[in-house]
């Protein structure tokens, strides 16, 4: 896996963690929501083996699932994520976390 993809994955699971453990100091509406790192890993693997090209998601929250699948689907030709959340602003976090990790050119974001 890239270096830089792996910082910001670790940076979200840090920020996951931080989040669970103080869960009614962050606001509802600024929560994660996100999968675990095995769970992460095992979706990549398993989307390698099916050989997937689109995937559509559902809560993109601040894309950590996201990188997980852009990051399996790199080097898949004429591939594609559309992702979907009703949150503006996890949505602007997600983004800005696929284009720090140079992934943002294979999803699509919807709000």
């Known amino acids: ?17 931080y989040e669970q453990q103080n869960y009614d100091a962050v606001p509802r509406e600024q929560r994660m929501l996100a999968i675990s790192p095995e769970i992460g890993n095992f979706y990549a693997i398993l989307l390698r083996a099916l050989g997937a090209r689109r995937i559509l998601e559902i809560g ?16 898949t030709q004429n591939s594609r994520i559309t992702t979907i959340d009703v949150n503006d602003k996890k949505t602007s976090r997600a983004r800005q976390n696929l284009e720090e990790a140079g992934l943002s050119h294979l999803v699509e974001f919807l709000t």
């Open 60 to 75: 993109t929250s601040v894309g950590y699932s996201t990188i997980w699948f852009a990051e399996s689907l790199q080097n």
């Open 1 to 17: 896996m890239d270096k830089k993809i792996s910082e910001i994955l670790e940076r979200l699971a840090r920020q996951e963690k």
